[in-house]
């Protein structure tokens, strides 16, 4: 290994063609973290330039390997470490070349300029020979359009590909630049700009020799600098054994890893607490089904490396299981697998609203099919919902469904089998399959609406109303956002009064305190028509629920709501959700579990500290013997 400061007259004036590898990720750098602060110091330097002995700009360094090559053939190397770098002065000095052309300036300086981008025309045999830097597959369209001139008067808005934008980024900050210099000066100030990008522009150029190690000076180098993607290390991991090994990485690269970079797998989803692109989630369920183990965030990649172990045929097997994977994630995730009760499924385990489940999934959808996976999927969409709604604790999930994963690649019985009898067996709180007892105390009396998100709350109800619907009824498509509606509102005093008997008054309030927020007095409404119902009486609010709702939840309302109709109300969508997700019969029919030990206290002890007689007690308590004046009052 060898390390060099160069020029950049030394690093691309020469003829030699500086390639990136296929598998290396594309072109990302930005204006406001790498144009606009390299711009200002070539700015800078341009200022320096005038002094006696003008110092250099470092820009960095970058890390290269000889490619071997035919005798009389153009030299090549291929860039390790530093491709954005590298790139992106190419991007500058197209810009200020295209300065000169623009203008008509055909001179000495520009010609010299234009050769630290193109090669000699009478020493190439192909056209693609002739850039100094040949980017991967993904950029070259673009680059290719920027260096042949294509762009040179191109509008700056709207250009697709970070490459065409870094192009005409560098040509407008180029012309601004030159808009305050006098036509008379242009050529003398362009041509001493191009002096400056040659000849006091500088990188360390490290020169890799025939046995070092690439791959390990790859990781180590972007270990210390700007982290890239789990999913870009183990792509350039897998591709560089392939390459070492003679594979042919071009075919397998075109094939297997180019339908990862569609912009489906580069968007961010949300992960808990987390935003992260797709890709590297995916990454992380696969890399668990493949090795049957936890595989931390941080760790997919070391992970990686311990499995291909510098094995070329460990590689391409795991490039074409992350293929296989990769295209039944993407079916689950969008709910497109072929069967309606699956899909329906699918889509009520987003109640649960939670990631540890993915790895099993995927090993299901992998290996099992038909009535079995149905079962399968089933089974743990009722065990997630159910756990849910009783509000117990997701914490031990990864290690529960991974110990079932282990089970399932283990045993040779169908898989709907050992997921039930598995989770039906588990007793820790951790674990537990809640019972039908659970549920329905859960249904009728927990504060679900203030105990889980909205969105959880509606799929809940739209479970429900497709359950009370039955298989006979057609399916009911929702036009318009639907928003929860409390029938008894949570602020039911002006509308709703209590009896006037103290204590009759006083167990109503306690008793709609309890049940405002459970799911008897629940439902699902569109935006409009909530807004249009306020707190009004439950005469008028009836009314205009029975016009306009189609869900089958609000077809029965009653014509008197109160705290016995919330009752019966949560008993029959108790018994809807046992009905929905059911549970195998077990030891376990009665619950071991009291609303303490599942962390809640229990309607009975959670008073609303908005109940007028509440807020008038604690007044009275606290300021009840103050002197007249000795607070402000400010209204």
């Given amino acids: 290994m060898e390390a060099h400061p160069r020029r950049l007259k030394a690093v691309f004036g020469r003829d030699v063609r500086l390639v990136v590898p296929l598998f290396q990720r594309a072109y990302v750098w930005s204006e406001e973290k790498q144009w606009a602060p390299l711009w200002q110091d070539v700015l800078a330097t341009y200022e320096r330039s005038q002094d006696d002995e003008p110092s250099a700009h470092f820009l960095g360094a970058v890390v290269l390997q000889l490619r071997p090559g035919a005798l009389g053939a153009i030299e090549q190397r291929e860039i390790i470490d530093g491709q954005q770098r590298l790139t992106t002065l190419q991007l500058l000095i197209a810009a200020v070349s295209d300065a000169f052309t623009r203008r008509g300036l055909d001179t000495k300086v520009s010609r010299r300029l234009r050769k630290l981008i193109e090669n000699d025309p009478d020493t190439v045999d192909d056209e693609i020979e002739l850039h100094k830097l040949w980017p991967t597959n993904r950029d070259r369209v673009g680059y290719v359009e920027v260096m042949g001139g294509h762009l040179i008067e191109a509008g700056s808005r709207g250009v697709e590909g970070q490459i065409r934008r870094g192009y005409l980024w560098f040509r407008d900050a180029v012309d601004e630049w030159l808009a305050d210099v006098d036509d008379g000066e242009v050529e003398s100030v362009l041509s001493r700009l191009a002096e400056v990008v040659g000849d006091l522009l500088e990188l360390v150029v490290i020169d890799l020799g025939e046995h070092d190690d690439a791959q390990m000076i790859f990781e180590t180098l972007n270990a210390r600098g700007t982290p890239l993607r789990a999913s870009d290390l183990i792509k350039n991991l ?20 180019r339908p990862l970079e569609d912009p489906y ?13 797709r890709l590297d989630v995916f990454m992380g369920h696969f890399l668990v089904v493949l090795l049957n183990a936890e595989v ?4 997919l990649f070391e992970a990686s490396r311990r499995y291909v172990s510098g094995d070329a045929q460990r590689a391409e097997t795991l490039l074409a299981e992350i293929d296989r994977y990769a295209a039944i994630f993407r079916s689950i995730q969008d709910r497109q697998v072929g069967d309606e009760t699956l899909e329906t499924s699918l889509g009520r385990l ?35 919902v159910r756990r849910v709604v009783c509000r117990m604790t997701p914490k031990n999930y990864n ?43 859960a249904v009728t009396t927990f504060p679900l609406y203030r105990m889980l998100r909205r969105d959880q709350v509606q799929r809940l109800l739209l479970a429900l109303d497709a359950e009370a619907a039955g298989p006979k009824s057609e399916r009911l498509v929702v036009q318009g956002s639907l928003t929860i509606e409390h029938l008894l509102p949570q602020s039911w005093y002006e509308h709703w009064p209590l009896p006037e008997d103290p204590l009759a008054g006083e167990r109503e309030e306690d008793a709609r305190l309890e049940l405002v927020h459970t799911l008897g007095n629940l439902t699902v409404l569109t935006s409009a028509l909530n807004s249009a119902l306020s707190n009004g009486s439950w005469a008028a609010k009836r009314h205009e629920i029975l016009r306009h709702s189609a869900l089958h939840l609000n077809r029965s309302l009653p014509g008197d709501w109160g705290t016995a109709r919330i009752t019966e109300r949560g008993g029959w969508l108790a018994d809807l959700a046992v009905s929905v997700w059911p549970r195998p019969a077990t030891d376990l029919e009665e619950s071991m579990w009291s609303p ?33 004046g000795t607070f402000l009052t400010i209204a």
Avoid: C
């Avoid at 897998?238 to 890893?257: M, N, S």
């Avoid at 797998?265 to 692109?277: D, T």
């Fill in 265 to 277: 797998w580069e968007a961010e989803v949300r992960v808990g607490r987390l935003v992260r692109e």
């Fill in 596 to 628: 303490e030990d599942l962390g809640f206290e229990g309607p009975t002890d959670r008073r609303s500290t908005g109940a007028r007689g509440d807020i008038a007690a604690h007044i009275a308590e606290v300021f009840g013997d103050a002197a007249p």
């Fill in 350 to 384: 987003a109640i649960a609203d939670t990631q540890t489940l993915q790895p099993l999934l995927l090993w299901l959808f992998a290996n099992t099919d038909g009535e079995d996976l149905g079962q399968t999927v089933r089974a743990l969409e009722s065990y997630v």
């Fill in 238 to 257: 897998i591709f560089r054994t392939l390459q070492d090994a003679g594979r042919p990485v071009e075919r397998l690269y075109e094939k297997l890893w």
């Fill in 399 to 441: 290690r529960t469904f991974l110990e079932l994963l282990r089970r399932l690649s283990e045993d040779d019985a169908p898989a709907g089998k050992v997921v039930e009898e598995f989770l039906g067996a588990q007793r820790a709180e951790s674990a537990v399959w809640p019972t039908d007892a659970d549920m329905r105390r």
């Fill in 296 to 299: 931390q965030s941080h760790g």
